[in-house]
């Protein structure tokens, strides 16, 4: 893939290794998200590798359903780092379609919301915080319980 076709995209820069925990957990997180957003045509992840070796960097890329840097780009993965003072990972940057920072915290913003995160301004957060806001001081059965997708609960049998 050219990197020309990413121009216009909003872009997530995942800093990532597959000896690190907490991310083999949030990437899981990080796919269901991309699998929401990718069909809106203006969203790529940019895998960022921190592991130590090729052997490592190819069997935790093969789970993920973005792009990469390749592994053996060492300088461009380190310049990254240091670009966006990546101290500590997992770590989610988000860029828009030019290539200005959106935010650092992407990673935050995903595991709080989702796919409702996007397009990951700080305007959409704060008008998420204020609908959570909303909803504790307005809480009813339904508002906690019932989601999007659902509007039912189930029977340990699976009946709804």
Not at 50 to 60: G, L, P, S, V, W
Not at 108 to 119: A, D, K, L, T
Not at 148 to 159: C, E, K, P, V
Request: charged share 30%; net charge negative; glycine share 6%.
């Amino acid at each position: 893939v050219k990197v020309n076709d990413l121009e216009g995209k909003t872009v997530g820069l995942y800093f990532s290794a597959s000896w690190c925990g907490p991310c083999r957990r949030f990437t899981p997180e990080l796919i269901s998200a991309y699998e929401g957003l990718v069909p809106k045509g203006d969203f790529e992840v940019v895998f960022i590798s921190a592991d130590e070796d090729q052997e490592q960097f190819d069997k935790y890329f093969s789970k993920m359903p973005w792009l990469a840097i390749p592994f053996s780009d060492s300088d461009t993965r380190s310049s990254l780092d240091e670009i966006f003072e990546v101290s500590g990972i997992p770590n989610l940057v988000i860029l828009d379609g030019n290539g200005n920072l959106l935010t650092d915290d992407g990673t935050m913003m995903i595991r709080e919301y989702g796919v409702e995160s996007y397009p990951f301004s700080t305007e959409r957060i704060q008008e998420l915080k204020a609908e959570e806001e909303n909803a504790r001081n307005n809480q009813s059965l339904k508002s906690i319980l019932v989601h999007s997708a659902r509007d039912f609960l189930i029977y340990n049998d699976g009946r709804k």
